[in-house]
């Protein structure tokens, strides 16, 4: 029998399909009678299975949540940030270790603000290259020092904003009438209390990830006093 090449309609193929569950001879003739024909097929992938599964596809899809507003997220980092406070104070352990994260945080991120105006308004060369020397230093030190915070807790609190006190001391330090000088004088005072607080650390601290990196900083932190000194 010559393969059709037209198109079946949904109703005859069904028809003919339950016709095929009878006898043997209404079988041959039901797969006689749907010999696909290339024309047949084209027609049936062309054309029919396609749109059924788009619309397989958009039935099965979920709809996207909803996207929080600027004030929620707000709201939750809020919340988050309580919560982890109100854990830190309840240890003294954790208590003690954000207050090391706190002073050296805040320590590392004048000095690099510091820097940066010196190397803008600085008239010395050596003071500017050792300027972007420490910024380059502490860029790293707190990287490595985030890293060891989240090792040690994930209720420690990470905070580079600058307070009043330095912000005040970066407004001194734009008028100054010699920004080398007062650069220096401020370095070299947060470099004794940075290694301060690094000996302290090294000597009674209680998380490993946070003695680890003390130990690693005063490397830097002495080789920026040696610095320092031939200034």
Same mark, same amino acid.
């Given at each position: 029998?010559? !393969?059709?090449?037209?198109?079946?309609? &949904?109703?005859? *193929? *069904?028809?003919?399909?339950?016709?095929? +569950? @009878?006898?043997?001879?209404?079988?041959?003739?039901?797969?006689?009678?749907?010999?696909?024909?290339?024309?047949?097929?084209?027609?049936?992938?062309?054309?029919?299975?396609p749109p059924v599964l788009l619309l397989l596809s958009a039935?099965?899809?979920?709809p996207e949540p909803a996207q929080q507003t600027s004030d929620?997220?707000?709201?939750?980092?809020?919340?988050?940030?309580?919560? !982890?406070?109100?854990?830190?104070?309840?240890?003294?352990?954790?208590?003690? &270790?954000?207050?090391?994260?706190?002073?050296?945080?805040?320590?590392?991120?004048?000095?690099? $603000?510091? &820097?940066? *105006?010196?190397? +803008?308004? $600085?008239?010395?060369?050596?003071? =500017?290259?050792?300027?972007?020397? *420490?910024?380059?230093?502490? =860029?790293?030190?707190?990287?490595?020092?985030?890293?060891?915070?989240?090792?040690?807790?994930?209720?420690?609190?990470?905070?580079?904003?600058?307070?009043?006190?330095?912000?005040?001391?970066?407004?001194?330090?734009?008028?100054? =009438?010699?920004?080398?000088?007062?650069?220096?004088?401020?370095? +070299?005072?947060?470099?004794?209390?940075?290694? !301060?607080?690094?000996?302290?650390?090294?000597?009674? @601290?209680?998380?490993?990830?946070?003695?680890?990196?003390?130990?690693? !900083?005063?490397?830097?932190?002495?080789?920026?006093?040696?610095?320092?000194?031939?200034?």
């Open positions: 029998m010559k !393969a059709s090449s037209t198109p079946m309609d &949904a109703r005859s *193929i *069904i028809e003919d399909s339950n016709l095929a +569950r @009878g006898t043997s001879s209404a079988r041959d003739t039901f797969v006689a009678k749907f010999q696909i024909s290339e024309t047949f097929m084209r027609h049936v992938l062309g054309y029919t299975l039935c099965n899809s979920e929620e997220l707000v709201a939750d980092a809020e919340a988050d940030q309580a919560e !982890a406070l109100e854990t830190i104070a309840s240890s003294e352990e954790l208590t003690d &270790a954000q207050s090391f994260l706190d002073n050296v945080v805040a320590i590392n991120t004048l000095q690099m $603000g510091l &820097a940066d *105006i010196v190397k +803008r308004d $600085g008239e010395r060369e050596d003071v =500017r290259a050792f300027a972007e020397m *420490i910024v380059a230093d502490h =860029r790293r030190l707190l990287t490595e020092l985030k890293e060891a915070a989240a090792e040690t807790s994930p209720d420690l609190v990470f905070n580079t904003s600058l307070s009043a006190n330095q912000q005040e001391a970066l407004a001194e330090m734009r008028g100054a =009438r010699s920004a080398d000088d007062m650069f220096l004088e401020r370095v +070299r005072e947060g470099n004794r209390e940075i290694a !301060a607080s690094i000996d302290e650390e090294i000597a009674t @601290g209680t998380y490993p990830a946070l003695i680890d990196w003390a130990n690693a !900083a005063k490397t830097d932190v002495t080789a920026h006093a040696e610095a320092l000194s031939a200034l």
